[in-house]
Structure formats: C-alpha cells, structure tokens
C-alpha cells in the first residue's frame, strides 16, 4: 500500500489456527469441535509415522491412513484418494504434512464437499489458502474455492524437528516469498501488510537459527509463526511475477518447489524494487537490511539455499520456452515483465 489516503479492500478469511508444541494433541479436540465421526488422516510416506500417530488419538472417529501423497497432486494421486474417502464413507480428511499432503487434502475436500484440518510440518504456507492445485497432462491448475480452506489448523513445532536443515531453509523462503509478493499485490492491504512484515521479521531471524541447530524448539517455533503468518498473506491476496515463475518452473520443467522460491526471490524483488517503493521500505525494516535484495540473498547464504536455478536442473536451453511460457497468461505484477524481462531475469537467476 503507497501512500495516503488509503485505499485498499480487505475480506478476512476464516482463520482458526492452534499453534503450541505438543498441540497434536489436540487434533480430537478439533474434529469434535467439526462435529466429525469418520475422518481420513492423509500424508505422504515419508509422514506416515506421524499420520498413524493421527490416527492413533482420533481413536475410532479415524477410517483410516491414506500415505500416499506425491508432490503437485497429480490427478490421478487425487482421484485414489477421493475414491478411498469415498469408499470409508469420511466426513473429513486430517491432513498431516507439507503442501503435497495438504494439497491431497483439498482436493478430496473439494470433491466431496468435506472439511479438512491441517497439521503442517513444513513452513510452505498451503493451510492458510483456499488455493487448491491438481497435475494433469496440461500442467498444473489452481484454484480457488473456499470449501479447500483448512477449517481448522494444528500448528505443533515438534512435528518440524527432523525437517532436514537444508529443507527447512527453503522452505522458510518459499513462505517468506509469499510476505513479499503480499506487500506489492494488487489487492494489499494495511492488515496484510502488518502480518507481512511481522512475518518476514520472524521467519529472517529464526531460519539461520534452525538451519544452525536444528532441535531448537525456540528457533523451529519462531520460524512457523513466521510460515503462519506468511501463509495468511499468501491465501488473502494476489501473488506475482515471483509466483508466476515458480509455478511455471516447478510445473513444466520440474524444478524442486522451495528450493526454486529462494533462489528466485532477490532476482524478482531487483526486477521489482523501482515500482514497489513501499515493499521496499516494510523488507529494509522487517530484514534489517538498507538493502533488501542484498538481506534476501544473504538470508540465502546464510540457511545453505543453492546458488542458482542451474543448480537445481534448469537448463540454458530452457530459458527461452519458460519465459515465454510465463510471459503467456496475464498475471498480476508492480513492474511489467514481458518474454524478453523474463528472459534476462532467469539468465540472470541462472547461475546465481
Ligand atoms: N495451495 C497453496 O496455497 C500452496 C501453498 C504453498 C505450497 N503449495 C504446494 O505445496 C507443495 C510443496 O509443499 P512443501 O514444500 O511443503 O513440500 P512437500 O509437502 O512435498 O514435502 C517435501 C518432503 O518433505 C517431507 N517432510 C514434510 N515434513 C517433514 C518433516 N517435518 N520432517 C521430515 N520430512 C518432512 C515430505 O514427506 C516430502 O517428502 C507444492 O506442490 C506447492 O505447489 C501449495
């Protein structure tokens, strides 16, 4: 938001979020409070132990685990699991993870009209949205509706313990990204922006901590309210050119998800930085940097990011089909970016 008077719309998303160490615990509780009896706990395999611990306290208001979950939610990941909810007769799914199992959970919500409650164990922000994605053979779709909306959210910093140092990092940035493209988006707002800054402020301080020593619970609680708060600015406005060509990245030329945000994140914010004065000035305070592209890319540095997109397997030939490919569909962005912007920005985001 520039300048005064304001001018901005704001629609506040029903939000119920529980957030403690130990809060699992407290995933019976939220199902009764849903009035639900028959619940499908999801996750993918590597969450399964943590799934069937779910399972385990929701007793017999539990139908069973589905750890199937795959990165994207391919549309036929998302048809077993509809089928399996289907099938037990669930009311509601209890999704136990990151964006691939909470996305797993939208997707039956969607399709069969139930809730679902999200246990996050990553700070990728997808439990704060209405936003929902499925993979076909076209690429991938989102929308959004707000029947995908977690209707309740179980924050529990001990889940996040063993997410590996180098994951945690990325994955902090992928949430950070979305405070940042919150605070120039077409539809900001000063309530946004407050819960912007405050959550790049916790997530810069706490991620050099986690990635450091990893069994903080200090530190691995700092930076999920930092996810937290960035995953409501993420499911209350409209993302950018940073998001656009993630999307594009991690769709079609299959680029890991977080590590590409933190990799991408300075490069867009440069390009971005001479429209969006008023970001600039929340990331100098929130980053405690004079220069926020110069704090992003040490933030980088400091939690082990990889250096370039080249790292992470996007060829040079690539770059003239995903910039195009970005440059197709309209979205909304402070600076214009055409084929040729985009072009030189991944050159430039190639090597780092
Ligand atoms: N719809 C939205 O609003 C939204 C928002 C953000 C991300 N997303 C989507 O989410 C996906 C990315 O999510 P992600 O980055 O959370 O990755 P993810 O859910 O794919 O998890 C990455 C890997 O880490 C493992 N893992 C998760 N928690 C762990 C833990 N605590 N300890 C050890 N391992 C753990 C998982 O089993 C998985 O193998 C993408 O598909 C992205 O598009 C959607």
Same mark, same amino acid.
């Given at each position: ?192 922006? /407050?819960? #912007? !800054?405050? @959550?790049?402020? +916790?997530?810069? %301080? =706490? *991620?050099?901590?986690?990635? &450091? $020593? ?84 040490? /933030?980088? #540095? !400091?939690? @082990?990011?990889? +250096?370039?997109? %080249? =790292? *992470?397997?996007?060829?040079? &030939? $690539? ?34």
């Amino acid at each position: 938001m520039d300048g005064w008077p304001p001018r901005f719309a704001y629609e506040a998303l029903p939000m119920r979020v529980v957030m403690r160490p130990g809060a699992v615990a407290e995933v019976p509780a939220e199902t009764d409070r849903l009035g639900l009896r028959r619940v499908l706990v999801l996750s993918t395999p590597g969450r399964a132990a943590t799934a069937e611990r779910v399972a385990g306290a929701l007793g017999e208001r539990c139908v069973g685990v589905h750890a199937d979950a795959v990165a994207h939610v391919p549309a036929a990941a998302a048809r077993t699991a509809v089928g399996t909810a289907r099938d037990a007769g669930a009311d509601g799914c209890v999704a136990v993870g990151g964006g691939s199992a909470i996305g797993l959970g939208k997707a039956v919500a969607r399709e069969l009209d139930v809730p679902v409650i999200a246990v996050p164990t990553t700070y990728a922000g997808s439990e704060m949205t209405p936003v929902w994605g499925i993979t076909g053979e076209e690429g991938k779709r989102t929308g959004r509706d707000p029947r995908v909306l977690p209707a309740g959210v179980v924050y529990d910093p001990e889940l996040t313990l063993d997410l590996p140092p180098g994951v945690s990092g990325v994955s902090g940035l992928n949430a950070l990204a979305h405070a940042v493209e919150a605070l120039y988006a077409p539809d900001a707002s000063p309530i946004v922006s /407050l819960m #912007a !800054a405050e @959550g790049v402020r +916790a997530l810069a %301080g =706490a *991620l050099p901590s986690v990635v &450091a $020593d990893p069994g903080s619970l200090e530190a691995r609680g700092r930076a999920q309210y930092g996810a937290w708060l960035c995953g409501a600015c993420l499911g209350a406005t409209t993302m950018g050119l940073h998001h656009k060509l993630c999307h594009v990245l991690g769709g079609s030329f299959g680029l890991p998800h977080a590590a590409t945000h933190a990799v991408l994140l300075p490069h867009v914010l440069a390009y971005n930085a001479p429209e969006t004065p008023y970001a600039m000035n929340v990331l100098r305070g929130a980053l405690g940097d004079d220069d926020p592209v110069r704090g992003l890319r040490a /933030l980088g #540095a !400091a939690v @082990g990011a990889p +250096a370039g997109l %080249g =790292a *992470l397997g996007l060829r040079r &030939a $690539d770059v003239d089909a995903a910039a195009r490919e970005a440059a197709a569909a309209p979205y909304a962005n402070p600076r214009p970016a055409g084929a040729v912007e985009v072009r030189e920005l991944l050159l430039a985001a190639l090597d780092g």
